[in-house]
């Protein structure tokens, strides 16, 4: 069988890429400075290439001292606090060299550069345990380590772990892609056997052959299990930054796992998976952790403290690559939009698919009311509602859904009772252990396996309880607004819904009032990302957007279109446009790493981010971003059929199209209670009802009643969230390190 080509630069081209380039992306941090001791000083100038200065981990970091051309004759001294350091540089050019720094003590040291001449540079490094944290504060407990459920790429457990930080020693493995079984094989290097016959090869731009044998190295950062992957041949000398494998091409890609219900207080026992056959074939390293798989960790901010780490481990073993590209599916999709946009730099360039914005608003949103919708329809005001009329005010595709998204917002409910509906069901926890540790009337002080209390040191708590306080409100909202209006529902059925749909307490349990927002929850939910705000990193990252069509899904889906239009929106409200944001909607077919799918989706990113790597224009990135977008990548869909004819057409969310024909969005409750398409606000400002709302004719007493339901008001979408909050900027900590501490 022919095999993909590898192409890849030689070694020299990628360092000098790497190395002309590497300033072009570091966004401005105000309020913490930059990776540079003095970015202001050509000089003679340090550089924290595996991380940020202040965010070091495990006691190395990988540094770049430049000096001028005229300063090069000079004798240089290093020193790390006393110690002179100076013979552990490494020569890459006439005015450049690297060391990697190893054994720094916890807390701060400093970086001391010295020329002969009297030229000083210092930088500051602030180095925290491997077991972290370093910016999602407080790390939880219970946590249970898994290590010893972790299966490694050859088939055999990783190991028990040695301590309560969940530490496995590092491995190295070896596998091989079968030619004849097109399988990955354990390599097994022995000095009794020998090697297996059927290694496939790769090729690179040279015609050159290489084994498809893949090095993975396996170990624990942040108490997460990581996998790295990279073509590596054995019989060559083991990577470093400066001794680069020969079969890969200078380039990562990140990726991870989607899902949230059960991703509580555990390690995990699998990663988003490092042995993706096409895109190692291609050249690329590949690297992600069992806390980037959403179905083990539904929190976004210790998946990003997580990006940081393992990709900080990447390049103090492998070398800083060209780029980083995040990809990822549901729960994926999360991680690489928020860690894009709130710690920018991470990811040059993300491809995402079944996406949504975040898991903190409109996800979050449209289960709640559907779960409300649910319980109205059958347990409120039963025989009320046609199938259909209920459909029409849940605004989803199919009626399916509404119960099937109320049985996601079990991500909500901290109380698991096997005897309830499967609708009304709490969150799953996936650790046996955790079942006798759970919340309940008796111990209040047990686990909630909510979304909510996994992320309680953003969140914060309510006084005198561990419970975590919550950006989840309901207050004003016009259930089947949209259906009343174009005489789908009556008014009576519009009044009656919106009397009696009520709410939810903490422990998720329906009460009559609507249910209202922390609002210092939500204030925090906004000011640190964890609502997608798409105007911060995201702005000036290249998004490739796929998706299968779920809305019309026997049963229902929560991986419904809107949410990506939700996702383009907020990039349009925060940048005036959505430039860097391509989206393309497959059939019902799914979509492959073979071509024309994905394999081409990593092609054309690859273009996209090498031309902006090759930009050296005093232009903003965004600008960069948009200018070399390559012209063969735009917003597409494909015909629902094996011939997989591409139609290149704008999504809209509205509107008469050929791809809107074949794949129709579809709304959520909250829109047809008439949110804006962003679906980011929390808490709506209120006002009280008129007249004017309405397309149909409500009597006096009808309109008296109305006015009594509502006698707080009903939402303004118009003017915001009602905590008047917005995005606080990027590289926001929550601890332990201080630098850009939000709160």
Request: charged content about 20%; hydrophobic content about 35%; some cysteine.
């Amino acid at each position: 069988m022919s095999r993909p080509r590898l192409f890849k630069l030689p070694l020299f081209a990628i360092i000098v890429l790497v190395l002309l380039t590497a300033c072009s992306t570091e966004e401005t941090v105000i309020t913490a400075g930059t990776n540079f001791a003095d970015a202001s000083d050509a000089q003679l100038s340090l550089r924290a290439i595996s991380t940020k200065p202040w965010l070091v981990t495990g006691g190395d970091v990988l540094i770049e001292l430049r000096i001028t051309e005229n300063l090069s004759a000079q004798t240089l001294s290093l020193k790390l606090n006393d110690l002179d350091v100076s013979t552990q540089l490494v020569r890459v050019s006439s005015q450049l060299q690297q060391i990697l720094l190893s054994d720094l003590p916890l807390g701060d040291s400093v970086l001391r550069a010295e020329l002969s001449g009297g030229l000083t540079q210092q930088l500051r490094l602030t180095n925290y345990p491997i077991s972290g944290p370093i910016i999602s504060g407080e790390h939880e407990t219970p946590f249970f380590c898994q290590a010893s459920d972790f299966i490694t790429v050859t088939g055999a457990p990783l190991g028990p772990s040695t301590n309560s930080s969940c530490y496995v020693p590092t491995q190295v493995d070896y596998v091989y892609w079968s030619a004849d079984e097109e399988i990955f094989k354990p390599y097994v290097l022995a000095f009794d056997r020998l090697p297996p016959t059927d290694v496939a090869q790769v090729f690179d731009e040279s015609g050159d052959s290489i084994p498809f044998i893949v090095r993975v190295e396996t170990g624990v950062v942040n108490r997460a299990i990581y996998e790295i992957a990279i073509l590596h041949d054995p019989a060559e000398p083991a990577p470093t930054p400066w001794v680069t494998s020969a079969g890969w091409n200078g380039k990562l890609v990140y990726t991870h796992g989607g899902g949230c219900r059960s991703g509580w207080h555990q390690q995990g026992t699998s990663t988003g998976g490092v042995l993706r056959e096409g895109l190692l074939a291609r050249g690329y390293a590949l690297v992600s952790s069992s806390l980037n798989v959403f179905g083990q960790n539904c929190n976004d901010l210790l998946a990003s403290e997580t990006h940081i780490m393992v990709k900080e481990r990447f390049i103090e073993h492998y070398g800083e690559p060209v780029y980083t590209i995040a990809t990822g599916v549901s729960g994926g999709s999360y991680q690489s939009h928020q860690t894009a946009d709130n710690y920018p730099g991470v990811f040059d360039g993300i491809i995402v698919g079944l996406s949504f914005p975040d898991v903190t608003s409109a996800t979050i949103f449209t289960l709640a009311d559907a779960r409300l919708l649910h319980h109205y329809f059958n347990d409120v005001a039963p025989d009320t509602f046609s199938e259909e009329e209920q459909r029409l005010v849940s605004g989803f595709g199919v009626w399916d859904s509404i119960a099937n998204l109320a049985r996601g917002a079990a991500r909500l409910d901290p109380i698991f009772e096997p005897s309830a509906e499967l609708e009304q069901q709490g969150g799953e926890v996936s650790v046996t252990a955790l079942e006798a540790l759970r919340y309940d009337s008796i111990n209040q002080n047990g686990v909630r396996a909510t979304v909510y209390d996994h992320t309680a040191n953003v969140y914060g708590m309510v006084p005198g309880t561990r419970i975590a306080l919550r950006p989840l409100d309901n207050v004003g909202v016009q259930y089947g607004l949209a259906a009343l209006n174009d005489g789908s529902i009556t008014v009576r059925q519009f009044l009656d819904l919106n009397r009696d749909i009520g709410g939810f307490d903490r422990d998720l349990n329906h009460v009559p009032e609507r249910h209202q927002a922390d609002i210092e929850a939500a204030r925090s939910a906004i000011e640190s990302g964890r609502i997608l705000d798409g105007g911060a990193g995201l702005a000036a990252t290249p998004v490739i957007d796929y998706r299968s069509y779920m809305d019309a899904r026997e049963g229902g889906d929560i991986h419904m279109i809107v949410h990506q239009y939700s996702t383009r929106q907020r990039l349009m409200e925060a940048n005036g446009h959505a430039d860097n944001h391509v989206m393309q909607v497959g059939g019902r077919w799914g979509y492959t790493e073979a071509e024309p799918d994905l394999g081409n989706l990593f092609s054309e990113m690859d273009r996209w981010l090498m031309g902006i790597k090759g930009d050296f224009s005093d232009s903003e990135l965004a600008a960069k971003v948009k200018n070399h977008k390559p012209s063969t990548l735009d917003d597409a869909c494909w015909q629902n059929d094996d011939d997989r004819i591409k139609i290149d057409e704008l999504q809209t969310y509205s509107g008469v199209s050929d791809c809107n024909n074949l794949y129709p969005a579809y709304s959520t409750p909250r829109q047809v209670a008439g949110s804006p398409l962003a679906n980011d606000i929390v808490a709506c400002e209120l006002r009280p009802p008129g007249r004017f709302d309405y397309a149909v004719q409500f009597s006096e007493q009808e309109f008296a009643e109305l006015r009594e339901i509502f006698s707080a008001g009903v939402c303004d979408w118009s003017q915001g969230d009602r905590s008047g909050a917005s995005h606080q900027g990027v590289w926001k900590s929550f601890g332990p390190s201080p630098i850009n501490q939000l709160y």
